[in-house]
């Protein structure tokens, strides 16, 4: 078995691996949406290490993983209005192609550049 190390405690029970050496049936979250899978409201089962443990990923299980949902018509509605409403500039009003910069406030037409 490759159970590798945990450099924070040897005692711990959540068991930790290297990287690329994480058995068959576990899969980190980007993995799990690359499949249309979520975790489904489980916790992580494992952990993956690299960068001299700088950097971690958790590891759900791939058995316990529930499909992704999709948003309804309605939601994606909303979406799209959010989205709309965050191009659009309270000063002239209109529609730009490019989300209005927060620190303006305004569309950089409108802002000049100052």
């Known amino acids: 078995m490759t159970l590798a190390y945990s450099p924070a405690d040897t005692a711990e029970e959540f068991p930790t691996y290297r990287y690329r050496l994480a058995p068959e049936g576990l899969a980190t979250r980007r993995q799990l949406r ?9 916790d992580p089962v494992a952990q993956i290490l690299w960068r001299r443990g700088k950097r971690v990923a958790y590891l759900y299980r791939l058995d316990l993983a529930a499909p992704k949902r999709v948003a ?3 939601q994606r509605t909303a979406i799209d209005k959010a989205l709309r409403a965050r191009r659009t500039c309270a000063v002239c009003g209109l529609v730009q192609p490019y989300y209005i910069p927060r620190r303006y406030g305004c569309c950089l037409d409108c802002h000049g550049g100052h």
């Open 72 to 74: 309804t018509p309605a």
């Open 34 to 42: 690359a499949a249309g899978l979520r975790p489904g409201g489980h």
